[in-house]
């Protein structure tokens, strides 16, 4: 997810370029400022944003995807919540947290597998884009599941109250 062009000039003079790019698709069902939330989680999950990053300004997301600035101001307060950014007035929103992150390296092999094995598969099967992301998030609960665990990747492992452990 990169940006063509700098977002804005800061208070130096200096160009900043957020390195998120957002784009909704109305047809989802999904609400637009959840759209963009599930963008940044992503983003930091990859490696694409890190700490000290700039999210793209209020008017900008609002300029280039023609949307409510509320939209835009109640995803970035779903960020801020989550701990992952910080607004300071007059200047922008920027990340100050992100969550544990794998390797680039892996996340590629890993990448190129599923491009070559599952996904190749489930294209030749003619399923439209819609049916592989659910099929593959259904997949992904059941495999939770089976490990007793919420999370993907957990311990499985509970506590006397169901909370998992780690």
């Known amino acids: 997810m990169t940006i063509d062009k700098p977002a804005e000039r800061g208070s130096g003079g200096e160009d900043v370029v957020s390195p998120v790019t957002f784009r909704v698709d109305t047809r989802s069902g999904v609400p ?10 992503h983003a930091l999950r990859l490696g694409h944003l890190r700490r000290g990053d700039q999210l793209p300004r209020v008017r900008d997301v609002v300029g280039s995807l023609s949307i409510n600035p509320n939209t835009v101001v109640k995803a970035y307060r779903e960020i801020e919540r989550a701990g992952y950014a910080v ?21 590629n092999g890993l990448r190129r597998s599923l491009v070559r094995g599952w ?20 997949a992904l609960r059941d495999s939770a599941s089976a490990f007793g665990s919420s999370e993907p990747g957990g311990t499985g492992q509970r506590d006397g109250r169901g909370a998992a452990v780690a």
């Open 119 to 138: 996904l190749s598969d489930a294209i030749a099967a003619g399923l439209d884009e819609e049916e592989i992301t659910a099929l593959f998030a259904a």
């Open 32 to 41: 637009i400022y959840q759209q963009l939330v599930n963008q940044v989680n």
């Open 87 to 107: 607004g300071r007035p007059g200047l922008g929103t920027f990340i100050v947290a992100t969550p544990r992150v794998t390797p680039a390296e892996k996340l």
